[in-house]
């Protein structure tokens, strides 16, 4: 290759970003495309993991993207597909011609055809199934049936099991002479006559141990069979939970149907973390850097609105002491101290209250022992702060009640912000309502009101 299509290897180290895209190399692939020139474009894309090429697609815009695409044709590779973001792999599907979507998903395990057809419009949906073979695409229409969200969608259908009375020498033997085994598996699922999945034997109890010694006596001391109906947030937890690498997925019949490994398991629980996270910010989980204008403002304004609304709220407890503000000029310049104070502490108890009950670490053993803890820490910092902002009123005012006045206010509000970080997302909880989406409006509006109503009523109490 020569030195100007020469581009850093995967191995290679890098200094500045870890494992981001070298701009240099994207520079260069972005070149050949401008140049139409094929051969260029292959040998630097050659070297990148499928992950990178999604994310190079995600990143260049759309024109560059269907010039790539195009360019780059029947080398499209299958995993780039399932790890190309949902928004802009329907775009991908579009541009790619019939039979290069047709080789690169004939590749993919059931689970990633699934992943990718099941929130395609009905054509494209049809153009990925005609690209399967009969037995691939009945596999993928089974796992649609189930409910979105399910361990059915998550699970992939090509599974290795053995007879329950078989021994090591046996299932070696079955392996070697298998022709469709999955890519990567890391058990072998034993099962009863009624297909029923009785007990795992890893590769590597199974390549360490006699020809003689029975399956049975090596499977593992946990051993978890997942319903396909049930929640994938519940499968990625079971699998964080007890540490597991694969587990079988079984009907209403409790017959094995499928398996899902740790990989699948594990974005699950990534997307249920970034969901969580964006709305505790009050931003839509379907939002992507690459979405248009107009899709991103719908999906924030709804919130803005929200925080509006409690904005209004707090600013008609302020109404209430007109006069006083207008007597006393200090009062506005020291009201918006408590009640920031007071919202941050209360984002930072619920925060912890949000992940506490995601991963089901807050329960109802445990709950006032978090809620007096939480009051006591706002307590304390509220003492804290409340000295600081004390010495603050009297040297800035030269006036100890002033000081008092809003030392007292900071205890109490942070006091309230610990206690409604904790309940709020736990009453929302039972309520049946997604915590991480409501409790930071609520959450907001308790620290604002409480904040200014303890800080204005305190110091009409005793300054005027």
Not at 20 to 43: F, M, S, T
Not at 336 to 350: E, F, R, Y
């Given at each position: 290759m020569s030195d100007d299509t020469e581009v850093l290897a995967p191995e290679e180290p890098r200094e500045d970003d870890g494992y981001a895209l070298d701009r240099k190399a994207v520079a260069r692939i972005l070149y050949a495309v401008d140049i139409e020139d094929r051969e260029q474009l292959i040998a630097l894309m050659d070297p990148l993991h499928p992950a990178d090429i999604a994310d190079l697609l995600e990143q260049v815009n759309a024109f560059d993207r269907m010039r790539l695409i195009r360019l780059y044709d029947r080398e499209f590779d299958g995993e780039i597909l399932s790890e190309l973001d949902e928004t802009i792999r329907e775009e991908v599907i579009g541009v790619l011609r019939p039979q290069v979507?047709?080789?690169?998903?004939?590749?993919?395990?059931?689970?990633?055809?699934?992943?990718?057809?099941?929130?395609?419009?009905?054509?494209?949906?049809?153009?990925?199934?005609?690209?399967?073979?009969?037995?691939?695409?009945?596999?993928?229409?089974q796992s649609l049936t189930y409910p979105e969200y399910s361990a059915g969608r998550l699970m992939q259908r090509?599974?290795?099991?053995?007879?329950?009375?078989?021994?090591?020498?046996?299932?070696?033997?079955?392996?070697?002479?298998?022709?469709?085994?999955?890519?990567?598996?890391?058990?072998?699922?034993?099962?009863?006559?009624?297909?029923?999945?009785?007990?795992?034997?890893t590769l590597g109890k199974l390549m360490g141990s006699r020809r003689e010694v029975l399956l049975k006596s090596i499977t593992e001391e946990?051993?978890?069979?997942?319903?396909?109906?049930?929640?994938?947030?519940?499968?990625?937890?079971?699998?964080?939970?007890?540490?597991?690498?694969?587990a079988p997925v079984v009907d209403e019949n409790e017959r094995l149907v499928g398996m899902i490994t740790i990989d699948d398991a594990m974005v699950v629980l990534d997307e249920e973390h970034e969901e969580d996270i964006l709305r505790l910010a009050g931003v839509d989980e379907e939002s992507r850097i690459s979405d248009r204008v107009i899709d991103t403002t719908k999906?924030?304004?709804?919130?803005?609105?929200?925080?509006?609304?409690?904005?209004?709220?707090?600013?008609?407890?302020?109404?209430?002491?007109?006069?006083?503000?207008?007597?006393?000029v200090a009062l506005a310049v020291l009201m918006p101290i408590v009640a920031s104070m007071g919202g941050n502490a209360g984002t930072q108890s619920l925060t912890v209250a949000v992940r506490a009950l995601a991963t089901k670490d807050l329960t109802g053993s445990n709950l006032w022992r978090v809620i007096r803890r939480e009051v006591l820490v706002g307590a304390v910092n509220g003492a804290i702060f409340a000295v600081i902002m004390g010495i603050v009123g009297l040297i800035w005012f030269g006036s100890?009640?002033?000081?008092?006045?809003?030392?007292?206010?900071?205890?109490?509000?942070?006091?309230?912000?610990?206690?409604?970080?904790?309940?709020?997302?736990?009453?929302l909880e039972k309520a049946g309502v997604d915590p991480a989406l409501a409790s930071g409006a609520f959450v907001t509006t308790v620290t604002d009101v409480v904040g200014f109503f303890a800080f204005l009523g305190l110091a009409v109490t005793v300054l005027l």
């Amino acid at each position: 290759m020569s030195d100007d299509t020469e581009v850093l290897a995967p191995e290679e180290p890098r200094e500045d970003d870890g494992y981001a895209l070298d701009r240099k190399a994207v520079a260069r692939i972005l070149y050949a495309v401008d140049i139409e020139d094929r051969e260029q474009l292959i040998a630097l894309m050659d070297p990148l993991h499928p992950a990178d090429i999604a994310d190079l697609l995600e990143q260049v815009n759309a024109f560059d993207r269907m010039r790539l695409i195009r360019l780059y044709d029947r080398e499209f590779d299958g995993e780039i597909l399932s790890e190309l973001d949902e928004t802009i792999r329907e775009e991908v599907i579009g541009v790619l011609r019939p039979q290069v979507l047709a080789d690169a998903v004939r590749d993919l395990e059931s689970d990633d055809v699934v992943d990718l057809v099941e929130d395609l419009d009905a054509p494209q949906q049809e153009a990925i199934l005609d690209a399967l073979e009969d037995s691939d695409r009945v596999a993928v229409e089974q796992s649609l049936t189930y409910p979105e969200y399910s361990a059915g969608r998550l699970m992939q259908r090509e599974v290795v099991m053995a007879p329950e009375h078989w021994n090591v020498g046996e299932a070696i033997d079955f392996l070697r002479n298998s022709d469709n085994l999955p890519e990567q598996f890391y058990h072998v699922i034993l099962v009863d006559p009624r297909l029923r999945p009785v007990g795992n034997v890893t590769l590597g109890k199974l390549m360490g141990s006699r020809r003689e010694v029975l399956l049975k006596s090596i499977t593992e001391e946990t051993f978890h069979v997942i319903p396909a109906a049930q929640d994938e947030g519940e499968v990625a937890y079971a699998f964080n939970q007890y540490h597991l690498i694969s587990a079988p997925v079984v009907d209403e019949n409790e017959r094995l149907v499928g398996m899902i490994t740790i990989d699948d398991a594990m974005v699950v629980l990534d997307e249920e973390h970034e969901e969580d996270i964006l709305r505790l910010a009050g931003v839509d989980e379907e939002s992507r850097i690459s979405d248009r204008v107009i899709d991103t403002t719908k999906r924030r304004f709804p919130w803005l609105a929200v925080n509006l609304v409690t904005a209004v709220l707090a600013s008609m407890v302020i109404a209430q002491f007109e006069a006083a503000i207008t007597q006393i000029v200090a009062l506005a310049v020291l009201m918006p101290i408590v009640a920031s104070m007071g919202g941050n502490a209360g984002t930072q108890s619920l925060t912890v209250a949000v992940r506490a009950l995601a991963t089901k670490d807050l329960t109802g053993s445990n709950l006032w022992r978090v809620i007096r803890r939480e009051v006591l820490v706002g307590a304390v910092n509220g003492a804290i702060f409340a000295v600081i902002m004390g010495i603050v009123g009297l040297i800035w005012f030269g006036s100890a009640q002033l000081g008092g006045v809003i030392a007292a206010a900071m205890v109490i509000n942070l006091v309230v912000a610990g206690l409604a970080g904790i309940v709020i997302p736990v009453l929302l909880e039972k309520a049946g309502v997604d915590p991480a989406l409501a409790s930071g409006a609520f959450v907001t509006t308790v620290t604002d009101v409480v904040g200014f109503f303890a800080f204005l009523g305190l110091a009409v109490t005793v300054l005027l």
